[in-house]
């Protein structure tokens, strides 16, 4: 019951921020084709976004599908998840708008790390109130993605100063390792 | 289960599509009918827009119906669409802003065009895990509406660049076309 | 099943338009008393469209309980009615930034005499899905507000051009004659 | 059932306000430190707002869980307390926009206290449909905390024209007052 609630609330806000965020693709001044260039780098910064959030709902969806009861304890390590999630959007527009420059692509880094830290603590949220032999708590197993990513957004962070182009390839990497929905745990909940 | 809630994150991002949409139509300042008057194009671009997700919605809401099991590959072709519908309303507002100009009319073709695209990779990856004996099958049969509307997306594109007119009658035409929920599946669905 | 996704659909988008109108309270320059006083007249419109907006979800919400079947004819007479509630943001806050010019008070009118002619609209579209005995046919009887409404509002966007403060004591008015939810549907519902 | 239609309505205008006010971020000309370091005061206010309706949403998520049957007062009782929180992105912004200064400071302690009143009357409307002998009722109990927290708002209020940073201190420290959910509720209700 409260999980269901719990999911909706996510699945919302997530949505939420998925939609708003082309908000702050300004349509440009102008009906020719500069006007329409001029609005290339926030596209891919849009782009990027788009996928990094519609990762985090498949994979959040997955993992709430292991959940039997919430507690106080999930409902805030999720809160918290949501919070770092709502920044990505002013992080987008900043780097869309200033494509390129170092502190900007630094910082849409940090909005990626923080979130990636958000979901590792509900994760251990999760998997407290499941307990060690929970669904949740195999599927996991080692997580090698979950603990990469991390280290390549701070690479990523400290390379913007070095060259963004590098940092923004790290961005999109990180993104394909994680486009596949994580088969770990539809696997475990079959075979459970 | 998974089902339900990707029916229920996509009502949800399309809701704010919709609705956020209306956000891009500026206030005119001044309180006379010539205030009133400069909005009549950005309103005009909006209704069609509003039309195109509703119909979107109504669609995509008879096509989940005949799902049964959610995988990797619906997620991600939804998520896919979902992107596509989201960049409507900076369309709409760059043609609304710059009403009959030829750029932003082929564009805001595109961005009908793009989510015809989407809607039939969705459709192809339903009926690739139903199989090719399924409901939803079965009710696009030859599916005239879905072929011929993107050749008249395509269609319009072009001409933007002779007539813009002639573009936006087009797009209404296609509109209408679509206007009418897609019996093909309620009959079927009927039947069986 | 189609019912509950109608509602949450609706509830959505009416969710949505709610909150979206705060956004146009624009937060005031400077942080003083004649800053905030600047808001009043945008506060005082906000306010009003408020309690219409929760008025339509609440009837809305009771309405739906009488339907069983969804039908195409529905689902339609639904988007218009969210159609011409998706306007009252915009027309909200013209109002309030121009207020009691007579034009923005008249035009403020006409996007609450709209929806009211949408609502009527989906009464009918549900009563001649349900058939004259069911139990909205006989909840709504005479339905004296529901006729008398868009009187009151005509008279207001012509009296706008007389007398804008007449024309906002009639909005007001009307909005105070349906703040109590329609006990005649909770009683035949509870007697059925 | 009309419950759960009012816990979604609920919760998707939470999940839309928590998430629009990110909107208020603007995003800083320039791609430097200074550019950022302009933002630090908007960041604080939003991060305090956000943590206010996150703990709004909870417990408002526990409250309707004792609820069994909505009748009109609780349906505009709930109205009212989700006007009041529509209104704290807009004094959110104001106070990011203007830090420390007195008005902004004690206006966005008034649009704490006023939803802090609109929870008491809901929870009033609640009890008086469900009995006082209700899991509510008996839960709440003699409800320090609700009744400590509007004097609170109130003292910060009238603080913020000595000293901003006093009214702010008040404003987290009633945060993490609240921040532990509502145990008491639980507490019976898993003892009933």
């Given amino acids: 019951m409260g999980k269901d609630r719990l ?19 300004k349509v440009p001044h102008g009906a020719d ?32 599908h292991t959940v039997t009861r919430v507690d106080g304890l999930i409902l805030w390590a999720n809160s918290h998840l949501l919070f770092w999630l709502s920044l990505i959007p002013a992080a987008t527009a900043w780097m869309g708008e200033n494509f390129l420059s170092p ?41 090698l993605k979950g603990k990469i990513s991390p280290l390549l957004y701070a690479a ?16 999109v990497l990180v993104a394909v390792m994680w486009l596949i929905p994580d088969r770990r745990i539809e696997r475990v909940l079959r075979e459970g």
Same sequence: chains 1, 2, 3, 4.
């Fill in 156 to 171: 990523a962070i400290v390379l913007a100063f070095v060259s963004p182009w590098l940092s923004i390839a790290l961005y």
């Fill in 33 to 64: 084709c500069a006007a329409l260039k001029s609005l290339a780098p926030s596209l891919v910064a849009y782009v990027l976004s788009f996928v990094y959030l519609a990762i985090y709902w498949n994979n959040h969806h997955h993992m709430l």
């Fill in 7 to 25: 999911a909706a609330f996510s699945d919302g806000v997530i949505a939420i921020i998925i939609t708003m965020m082309v908000l702050e693709l």
């Fill in 103 to 143: 502190l900007p692509t630094a910082i849409y880094g940090a909005t990626l790390l923080m979130p990636a830290i958000a979901y590792f603590l509900l994760e251990r949220a999760i998997v407290h109130q499941q307990g060690r032999d929970s669904v949740l708590a195999s599927a996991i197993g080692r997580d």
